[in-house]
């Protein structure tokens, strides 16, 4: 299994950016996929997820109404939207999914066990 992470760059306050993860060895659309972020000195954050193959969506708090999670199943990728980022929305953001996940700990990275390796995002003030 391999998760690609993609899409990240340097906006200014305010602008908006779409991450990808796309994956190979897994059918997204079959499993629980999510996207965590971890900013520098902090750990890792979880953003946004879908549970398994349903339309069971999460958001973090700190993301909610700015941050939108989608699938394309025919291209086996899950997207992550991100408009009106902030300084604090600064971080590397990974893609990591999950065959078994349990819905008590869908936030919890340590319940993925597949990882892509990342993509750097940079909100500039």
């Known amino acids: 299994v391999q998760l690609q992470a993609s899409g990240g760059g340097m906006v200014q306050v305010g602008g908006s950016l779409r991450l990808s993860c796309t994956a190979s060895g897994i059918t997204l659309s079959r499993n629980s996929v999510a996207w965590f972020r971890r900013a520098p000195g902090k750990e890792r954050e979880f953003v946004a997820r879908?549970?398994?193959?349903?339309?069971?969506?999460l958001y973090a708090d700190s993301v909610k109404g700015r941050f939108t999670i989608s699938r394309d199943n025919a291209k086996n990728t899950v997207s992550l939207q991100m408009n009106n980022l902030k300084p604090e929305d600064t971080a590397v953001y990974y893609c990591a999914a999950s065959s078994r996940l349990i819905l008590s700990s869908s936030s919890d990275f340590r319940a993925y066990e597949y990882w892509g390796q990342g993509t750097q995002v940079t909100v500039s003030s």
């Open positions: 879908f549970f398994r193959s349903g339309g069971n969506i």
